[in-house]
């Protein structure tokens, strides 16, 4: 079951322009950061436990969230998150839609896997719960 952080979004995220349109939350364990909203999708990085990300929504189902960490952005599994139980509760988190050529536009770029879209975008089964 997944476990919820008690607490509010901290004062430090208000600083952050980010902050407008996102929600603090937590990894709850170490948990991988990928391309789209799939294991099958690029890996792009590792979060340690208790690692603070931007979460700026997550699928219908909350089994994925687009989340960003520094200057990455990507797709954790939504069990792996901590999220203020108010946030939840509230329906506040908002459901994030996937389109991946407007997604990889906006923060992939520059990456290896960029120029092999066409091939990513056949993971339609996942792309279509979206």
Known sequence: MRRLLLGTVLGAALLSPIAASAFTAYADETLSVHAG?????PALEELDTSTRVWLHGCSQTLE?????????????????????????ASGEIPVAKFDIRSYWNDNYRDE???GDMARWADQRQVAERF
């Open 37 to 41: 909203p799939g294991a099958n999708f």
């Open 64 to 88: 994925w969230c687009d989340v960003s960490h520094g200057r990455m952005r990507g797709w954790v599994r939504g069990e792996h998150l901590a999220v203020p139980r108010e946030k939840l």
């Open 112 to 114: 290896k896997f960029y």
